[in-house]
Every structure is written in C-alpha cells, then in structure tokens.
C-alpha cells in the first residue's frame, strides 16, 4: 500500500465530511445521550422496594422484625393486612413486590427458645429482582434470629464495586456498547452512498487497490469513533462518578484498537451491500443487538448454556467490555489483559482483510 494514494482518500473523504457537519453533530452526540439514557435507566440496584406486612402475632416481636425490614434503607412499608386474601390481591395488583407473613405465637416461639417461622412472599415477575429481593430478605430474618443466640460471625467484604452500585457495573460496559453501535453504522453508509451515488466508478478506474481505499476510508472515521469514546469516557468518570482504578492510557490504547474494529465491521458491511438502507440495517443486526445479548453487558456469560457461551467467543464487544471493566474497577494491566487486547488486533486485521477481499476492484 502507498501512503500518498491512502492520504489522498482520507483528504477526501475528510471534505465530504465536513460537508454534512450535521451528521457529524449527529454522530458525536447519540453516543452522550444512549450513555444517559441507558445509565441512568438500567438500574440492577433494589431499594426503597414496596413491602406488605401480615402481622397475625402482633406482638413486640413481631413489630421489631418489620421494623428490621423498613431500616434497613432496602424496603418501605406500603400496606399493612389483615387477610390472606388481602395479601393476594395485593400482589396480584403489584402493590407491593413482597409480604413479609408472621404467625401467631412468633414472640411466645422465639422466649421458649424455638425456631419461630415466618413467611416471606416475593412477586417473581421479575425474576433478577426477585432473587435479590428474597436474598435481602432472608439477610434480614437470620439476623433478626441471631440476635438472642450464639452463631458463627460471617464478616463479608465487596471488591471491586463496594458500594454495589449499578451505574459503576453498567457505565464501563456501556463504553463496548455505544462504540459497536455508531461507528460501524457510519462506515457502512460511507461507502453505499458511493455506490448509490455512482462515485464509486471513479474508485475503480483509478490505480487504487482495495486496501488502500478501505484504508483511506477507516482512518476519518476512526478518528471520529476515538473521540466518541473520549467523550463517552470523560462523561461516565465526571458525571457518573465511575472510578478509575487502572491506566487511562492503557484504556485509551485498547478503545483506539476496538475503535479501528468497529469501523472495520462497517466497511465489511458496506462491501455486502449497494443500498444504505440494507447496509444501516444490517449494521445494526450484525452489531448492536450481538453488543447487547452476548457481550456479558447486562447478561453473565457464564449464566449462558455452553453453545452460546462459544457464540459469544465472535463478537469483539465481549473482549472490550472484560478490558474496560478490568482497567477501570479492578485497575488490571497489560499482563492480565493481553490476551483481549491480542484477540481484538486480530479480530481488526482479519476483519480489515475480509473487507479488502469483498471490496473487488472493477472497471468503470
């Protein structure tokens, strides 16, 4: 490949660009409002959860035991019943999303010395909120139990992500998310508006190879992929608050490679298709909902059965979103993060070569 021929594409490509500033507002902005947007909508946090109370001992024991529950800053009090039936139909209606239930003789139990029951009823519609629910739950009622007899301490420390915050999970996911979405949608239109356009035919007349134009091509756009995620970044660390942990130069180095991978998919996909209608929505199959479901963003891989655990092994977001949360929540480094960083060169050098091959030069 020669230099000059691939800067001369870029001059180009540089002018149409700065022809249509709007796409580029465009472009530099989505990403800022999807990382609002999804930061503060995606919430794994339970607080403040609405708690139904059917006391049938009504004693001071059982008082102390709903007050356990409300102090404890994770569930409010928002019906007291007196039937079972009653419970139901709160429930039912989403009143409340869990009711504790206290038998008679709960005070007289637990004064003798036994093992006083109660009953802990969680709305499952939300089956990851659910389990966190009925654990906090379960947490509160085997404290409550140990106040008045002797047991093994258990002494627990969060790393990482003390606080358990949602937003310090999400925020560094969301960085493989956003960039895996505009970038490669913004290559791909590139290209097939030459096509539709015609002035491609130009391309295929001139002495350029497919590299080169390919080249000249990723490089504008990778730029202005590099400062999304600059952008992107800033804003998650000043806004959210997220912590930085690891070397930000580190993070920087491995967005410039997963930013080089991105716009790479685009061009592939440009080369698949002749129309920018195909070619956007194409590049948002072959990118953002992979980015979502198989990156380990929002869903444990490991939770996955084994075959789609291999699947996830083809979308290069999966490898930035490890990198990301490795630099920024547990301050890893190069020696514990080469191997991502290793698989997303290659992952950018195949894709680049799969798009020089599709891109076959013709004559006008």
């Known amino acids: 490949m ?3 021929r691939i800067a001369a594409v870029v001059a180009k490509e540089t002018k149409e660009i700065a022809r249509d500033p709007v796409t580029v507002a465009v472009a ?21 959860v ?43 209606r989403s009143a409340v999303e869990l009711v504790l239930v206290v038998p008679p003789g709960f005070q007289r139990t637990i004064a003798q010395g036994g093992t006083a029951p109660v009953q802990v009823l969680v709305d499952g519609t939300y ?18 139990a140990g106040d008045s007899a002797p047991r093994v301490r258990v002494e627990t ?63 504008p756009y990778g730029l202005i ?6 952008m992107v970044i800033a804003v998650g660390f000043l806004w959210f608050g997220v912590p930085l942990r690891g070397n930000l130069l580190l993070l920087a180095a ?5 930013v080089f991978c991105t716009v790479g998919i685009g061009l592939l996909v440009s080369t698949i298709t002749s129309s920018q209608l195909v070619a956007m929505l194409l590049a948002l199959i072959v990118t953002l909902m992979p980015s ?34 490795g630099i920024v929540l547990k301050g890893a480094a190069l020696p514990e993060l080469w191997p991502s960083v290793a698989l997303l060169l290659a992952y950018t050098v195949v894709v680049f070569a799969l798009a020089a091959w599709r891109f076959r030069k013709k004559v006008a």
């Open 127 to 144: 089956s990851a909120t659910a389990n966190l629910v009925a654990a906090y739950a379960q947490a509160i009622v085997s404290d409550f």
């Open 292 to 325: 979502f479901l198989f990156s380990g963003f929002l869903f444990p891989i490991f939770t996955m059965p084994y075959l789609l655990q291999l699947y996830t092994r083809v979308f290069p977001t999966r490898y930035f979103v490890d990198l990301s949360r």
């Open 28 to 48: 530099l902005l989505m990403p800022l409002v999807m990382l609002f947007l999804f930061g503060y909508a995606i919430s794994l946090d339970v607080e403040n």
């Open 50 to 92: 609405a708690m139904g109370v059917l006391d049938q001992d009504r004693s001071p024991a059982s008082r102390r035991l709903v007050d356990r529950f409300v102090g404890s800053g994770y569930f409010r009090l928002a019906a007291d019943y007196a039937t079972t039936h009653e419970v139901e139909d709160g429930l039912q």
């Open 225 to 230: 992929a590099f400062a999304q995620i600059a």
């Open 2 to 4: 020669k230099p000059a």
């Open 157 to 219: 420390r969060v790393w990482y992500n003390p606080s358990l915050r949602s937003v310090t999970y999400v925020v560094p996911g969301l960085f493989g998310v956003i960039l895996m979405a505009f970038p490669p949608l913004l290559t791909a239109l590139a290209i097939a508006r030459e096509k539709e356009t015609g002035s491609i035919q130009q391309i295929f007349a001139s002495p350029l190879t497919p590299a080169e134009f390919l080249a000249g091509k990723l490089v």
């Open 254 to 258: 491995a967005g410039l490679v997963y």
